[in-house]
């Protein structure tokens, strides 16, 4: 059975940090991509970053570039969301997301396993 465990959120004032982390297992593959999605209330989710198993391909949108930063330690089968200089509009629910097929998208479609999420709440 696969999980995906989400940890790290919070609330914190504008211009704060948090660290997400996320920890799967039972997959019987490491070979798998790893995606951070938010979900505002009455927004879409919408794809945050991701990383491949090789740490190399990855992706921000634009809001986040320069402020947040995707590591992954595969020794430990985690991925973190390192989140600096945090301002009201990342306020959401963020989820943590496995593509078995080992490639990074921003399109939820495309991952086979969810967490829970974890709540983020940023005040001005």
């Known amino acids: 059975q696969v999980q995906v465990v989400e940890s790290g959120g919070g609330s914190v004032q504008a211009g704060g940090s948090l660290r997400l982390s996320c920890i799967v297992s039972?997959?019987?593959?490491?070979?798998?991509?790893m995606g951070w999605f938010r979900q505002a209330p009455g927004k879409e989710r919408q794809g945050v970053s991701c990383v491949t198993r090789s740490g190399i391909t990855s992706y921000y949108i634009d809001s986040v570039k320069g402020r947040f930063t995707i590591s992954r330690d595969n020794a430990k089968n985690t991925v973190y969301l390192q989140m600096n200089s945090l301002k009201p509009e990342d306020t959401a629910m963020y989820y943590c997301?496995?593509?078995?097929?080992?490639?990074?998208?921003?399109?939820?479609?495309?991952?086979?396993?969810w967490g829970q999420g974890t709540q983020v709440t940023v005040s001005s």
């Open positions: 997301a496995a593509n078995r097929d080992g490639y990074c998208s921003n399109l939820p479609v495309r991952y086979n396993y």
């Open positions: 039972g997959l019987t593959s490491d070979d798998y991509a």
